[in-house]
């Protein structure tokens, strides 16, 4: 797992841990980027499942609530399958244009 802050970004790149693993050690790490939006690529991922993106649910409804983008980048899931509780996008830039929208909804207080 690579984790790269930028500003009130923080980008956590997937290497070579499964699923479960990740989820996990995102929420031991969870206090270095709990005051970030948060972008998780998981583009090295050959195929996701529905299971696979449920798994993240807990850690993302966590961060959104507090009022913090929490956005997950794959182009190999079908996107017509992902609950609307979280948020999935198949590239980078529509992950970074996800957060930008969402600050300003913050910001006008949606």
Avoid: C, W
């Amino acid at each position: 797992m690579i984790l790269d802050q930028n500003g009130n970004i923080t980008t956590i790149t997937q290497e070579k841990s499964t699923i479960v693993e990740l989820v996990n050690k995102l929420q031991a790490l969870y206090p270095k980027f709990k005051n970030d939006n948060v972008i998780l690529a998981l583009t090295s991922l050959k195929k996701i499942g529905l299971e696979d993106i449920i798994e993240f649910l807990e850690i993302s409804n966590s961060h959104r609530s507090k009022k913090h983008s929490f956005v997950i980048v794959s182009d190999n899931i079908d996107l017509n399958i992902v609950p609307d509780e979280i948020v999935v996008v198949p590239t980078m830039q529509e992950a970074y244009d996800i957060i930008e929208m969402e600050e300003m909804e913050r910001d006008l207080g949606f």
